[in-house]
């Protein structure tokens, strides 16, 4: 190493940037492109030196560069911006004696190990983890891409070499470990985006009651006090025959709001009802066309009401549909404190004759009037005792009284 | 963690112990990530040579001699794929010939083939513990700068952490040449550093 460099060259045609080869270097390349790169046949002065530079750049695993002008490009390309630099002869020693110990500076002889352990400072230094650790995601991300490109690989038949046997790769195992992946960051997500989407329901919801309400006023104002009537009474006849008879249907006489129209069919369209419609099926329809469709259940009509609307009152007259009705008309058992499934059993919008829209979390008012059921039901069955399930009602019952809650369907 | 070696691993596989390759796989993603990024100076780059440098595995398994090691193995085929994917994207050998070396045109007050003493250089001692994002930024910087044999030898010396005989015999190439691409690596990277360290003290010098 005891070489002398000559000063890169400045202000010529070939500005700062290119490389310069010390003269000796340069002799030594020449006799070994001379030699057809062939190192034995390098003058033997000039055969260390040659090798030296040509095993720096990358010559001797190359294989042969044809024409003058290619071998000088890839001797310059290959060389840094500058001359090489190199190692003091301690650095050197020390990085053969570090290599030869196993990397480890304090197997180093005393003499050197000082300029070991700066060797290991440099690998310590480029061989670092990453500042940041790399994310639990990205890392799982391509492990499973990498298994995924394996997978691939296996079943478009590229054959494995000598004689190793791959049996076919469980797919389900596959496909579980990255649901799994997906269904971590989504049970994660799903409350949050669930009670966004459920609160935002609500909020529309409560509007809708709010138009229901104005409706309502302006209905019984033009109507002599009556709440909203359209059927002649039920008589034995269940009110729940939505879409079939309109006689015999209490959403008539609600639909009859949108039909005057006091409201718009949306106002009457809960968002947490997913097969509620929002335009009337045909200009002369009288109700809905199902009780699905249904998003609100009305006060049971069994005979004309003057004068409840507007009074300051308790009486629940509009609310977010009825679960016992749906149950009861399938034939299923009922549970007298469900709440409405339009909000996801969470609770329910109960619009009282006071015209005040409210939040019930439960179907039994502080009255302990449950708004599901009419009073003398009520009083057959131990809600409390009995809250897991009782004979469902058959669709024809009526509210007991001025203060009954009961609606449906 | 499952206890066995690298080696017993592959032999578990070979004989139809399919689930075995994940293990490889999870064992080693980190450390030869870290690898080909700081080779390829390019998170895609890296994650595709990882990618490409397992499917090899797996494909070579068959003839992997397991009375070797498997380590250095993988990372001599994954700097192979980082080398290739580069070739790919053209980015072979142009960034050192563009670089700015403070010595460069003859300004600076030392020639540009110095000899590098090390004790003369700042370097973070190992045991300072996870470098900052600007020291690691540096480290890259000072690796970009290196010309691509001398990057790779060092990295591979470092992250194999093999002898000279062992990575000559991996890479297939002389004892010698190992040797003497490698005492020019430490000494291309050392002065790099340097330079990335005298950069960072005065930012603002630069007119």
């Given at each position: 190493?005891?070489?002398?460099?000559?000063?890169?060259?400045?202000?010529?045609d070939t500005?700062?940037?290119?490389?310069?080869?010390?003269?000796?270097?340069?002799?030594?390349?020449?006799?070994?492109?001379?030699a057809d790169?062939?190192?034995?046949?390098?003058?033997?002065?000039?055969?260390?030196?040659?090798?030296?530079?040509?095993?720096?750049?990358?010559?001797?695993?190359?294989?042969?560069?044809?024409?003058?002008e290619?071998?000088?490009?890839?001797?310059?390309?290959?060389?840094d911006?500058?001359?090489?630099?190199?190692?003091?002869?301690?650095?050197?020693?020390?990085?053969?004696?570090?290599?030869?110990?196993?990397?480890?500076?304090?197997?180093?002889?005393?003499?050197?190990?000082e300029?070991?352990?700066?060797?290991?400072?440099?690998?310590?230094?480029?061989?670092?983890?990453?500042?940041?650790?790399?994310?639990?995601?990205?890392?799982?991300?391509?492990?499973?891409?990498?298994?995924?490109?394996?997978?691939?690989?296996?079943?478009s038949?590229?054959?494995?070499?000598?004689?190793?046997?791959?049996?076919?790769?469980?797919?389900?195992?596959?496909?579980?470990?990255?649901?799994?992946?997906?269904?971590?960051?989504?049970?994660?997500?799903?409350?949050?985006?669930?009670?966004?989407?459920?609160?935002?329901?609500?909020?529309a919801?409560?509007?809708?009651?709010?138009?229901?309400?104005?409706?309502?006023?302006?209905?019984?104002?033009?109507?002599?006090?009556?709440?909203?009537?359209?059927?002649a009474?039920?008589?034995?006849?269940?009110?729940?025959?939505?879409?079939?008879?309109?006689?015999?249907?209490?959403?008539?006489?609600?639909?009859?709001?949108?039909?005057?129209?006091?409201?718009?069919?949306?106002?009457?369209?809960?968002?947490?009802?997913?097969?509620?419609?929002?335009?009337?099926?045909?200009?002369?329809?009288?109700?809905?066309?199902?009780?699905?469709?249904i998003?609100?259940?009305?006060?049971?009509?069994?005979?004309?009401?003057?004068?409840?609307?507007?009074?300051?009152?308790?009486?629940?007259?509009?609310?977010?549909?009825?679960?016992?009705?749906?149950?009861?008309?399938?034939?299923?058992?009922?549970?007298?404190?469900?709440?409405?499934?339009?909000?996801?059993?969470?609770?329910?919008?109960?619009?009282?004759?006071?015209?005040?829209?409210?939040?019930?979390?439960?179907?039994?008012?502080?009255?302990?009037?449950?708004?599901?059921?009419?009073?003398?039901?009520?009083?057959?069955?131990?809600?409390?005792?009995?809250?897991?399930?009782?004979?469902?009602?058959?669709?024809?019952?009526?509210?007991?009284?001025?203060?009954?809650?009961?609606?449906?369907? | 963690?499952?206890?066995?070696?690298?080696?017993?691993?592959?032999?578990?596989?070979?004989?139809?112990?399919?689930?075995?390759?994940?293990?490889l796989?999870?064992?080693?993603?980190?450390?030869?990530?870290r690898?080909?990024?700081?080779?390829?100076?390019?998170r895609?780059?890296?994650?595709?040579?990882?990618?490409?440098?397992?499917?090899?595995?797996?494909?070579?398994?068959?003839?992997?001699?397991?009375?070797?090691?498997?380590?250095?193995?993988?990372?001599?085929?994954?700097?192979?794929?980082?080398?290739d994917?580069?070739?790919?994207?053209?980015?072979?050998q142009?960034?050192?010939?563009?670089?700015?070396?403070?010595?460069?045109?003859?300004?600076?007050?030392?020639?540009?083939?110095?000899?590098?003493?090390?004790?003369?250089?700042e370097?973070?001692?190992?045991?300072?513990?996870?470098?900052?994002?600007?020291?690691?930024?540096?480290?890259?910087?000072?690796?970009?700068?290196?010309?691509?044999?001398?990057?790779?030898?060092?990295?591979?010396a470092?992250?194999?952490?093999?002898?000279?005989?062992?990575?000559?015999?991996?890479?297939?190439?002389?004892?010698?040449?190992?040797?003497?691409?490698?005492?020019?690596?430490?000494?291309?990277?050392?002065?790099?550093?340097?330079?990335?360290?005298?950069?960072?003290?005065?930012?603002?010098?630069?007119?």
């Open positions: 190493m005891d070489e002398q460099h000559t000063p890169p060259p400045t202000g010529d500005p700062g940037t290119q490389p310069q080869l010390t003269e000796a270097d340069a002799r030594a390349l020449e006799a070994f492109f001379d790169q062939d190192l034995a046949r390098v003058p033997r002065a000039l055969r260390e030196r040659a090798e030296r530079a040509a095993a720096l750049f990358g010559l001797l695993e190359a294989g042969p560069v044809d024409g003058r290619s071998r000088v490009s890839r001797v310059l390309a290959s060389a911006a500058t001359a090489q630099p190199a190692l003091s002869r301690d650095d050197a020693e020390a990085l053969d004696a570090w290599m030869l110990a196993g990397l480890d500076a304090e197997r180093v002889p005393a003499s050197l190990r300029r070991a352990r700066a060797h290991n400072a440099i690998a310590s230094l480029v061989a670092s983890p990453a500042p940041e650790a790399v994310s639990q995601f990205t890392r799982a991300h391509l492990i499973e891409r990498t298994m995924n490109r394996i997978a691939e690989a296996t079943d038949g590229q054959v494995l070499e000598a004689g190793v046997t791959i049996p076919p790769r469980n797919r389900l195992a596959d496909f579980l470990s990255v649901a799994a992946v997906l269904l971590i960051a989504a049970s994660v997500l799903w409350p949050v985006m669930s009670t966004v989407r459920e609160s935002s329901r609500q909020a919801c409560a509007g809708n009651m709010r138009s229901v309400a104005n409706a309502m006023g302006l209905y019984t104002a033009d109507n002599d006090q009556m709440l909203p009537m359209v059927t009474g039920f008589g034995k006849s269940p009110w729940w025959n939505v879409g079939r008879d309109p006689s015999s249907s209490n959403s008539a006489n609600l639909y009859a709001l949108a039909k005057q129209p006091y409201a718009r069919l949306a106002d009457l369209a809960c968002p947490g009802n997913p097969r509620a419609i929002t335009v009337p099926r045909s200009p002369e329809a009288r109700d809905w066309g199902a009780l699905d469709e998003s609100y259940s009305y006060r049971v009509m069994a005979h004309p009401e003057r004068s409840l609307w507007g009074q300051p009152s308790e009486l629940v007259v509009v609310a977010d549909r009825s679960p016992v009705v749906l149950r009861a008309v399938r034939g299923q058992v009922i549970f007298p404190l469900e709440s409405s499934p339009n909000h996801q059993g969470q609770g329910q919008h109960g619009l009282t004759a006071d015209g005040s829209a409210r939040w019930l979390t439960t179907p039994a008012l502080p009255s302990g009037d449950n708004i599901w059921l009419p009073k003398p039901i009520e009083m057959f069955i131990d809600l409390a005792a009995r809250r897991q399930g009782i004979e469902p009602i058959r669709g024809t019952e009526a509210p007991a009284g001025r203060q009954d809650s009961f609606v449906g369907p | 963690m499952d206890p066995r070696t690298d080696e017993k691993l592959v032999e578990a596989y070979r004989r139809g112990e399919t689930d075995v390759f994940r293990i796989v999870e064992r080693y993603h980190d450390d030869l990530h690898f080909l990024t700081r080779l390829a100076g390019d895609q780059v890296a994650e595709d040579a990882f990618q490409e440098a397992f499917l090899q595995i797996h494909l070579s398994l068959g003839s992997f001699d397991t009375t070797r090691r498997f380590r250095p193995w993988l990372f001599t085929i994954a700097a192979n794929k980082a080398r994917l580069l070739r790919k994207k053209g980015r072979r142009t960034l050192e010939l563009s670089a700015p070396i403070g010595s460069a045109g003859g300004s600076g007050s030392n020639d540009g083939g110095s000899f590098i003493d090390l004790l003369e250089i370097i973070p001692p190992p045991d300072a513990g996870l470098l900052s994002e600007e020291e690691d930024a540096m480290v890259q910087r000072a690796l970009d700068q290196l010309s691509e044999p001398l990057r790779e030898i060092l990295l591979l470092y992250f194999q952490r093999l002898s000279y005989a062992q990575v000559a015999d991996e890479l297939g190439i002389p004892l010698g040449t190992v040797k003497s691409r490698l005492h020019a690596a430490v000494a291309s990277f050392a002065k790099r550093w340097r330079e990335v360290s005298t950069e960072r003290a005065r930012p603002a010098t630069q007119e």
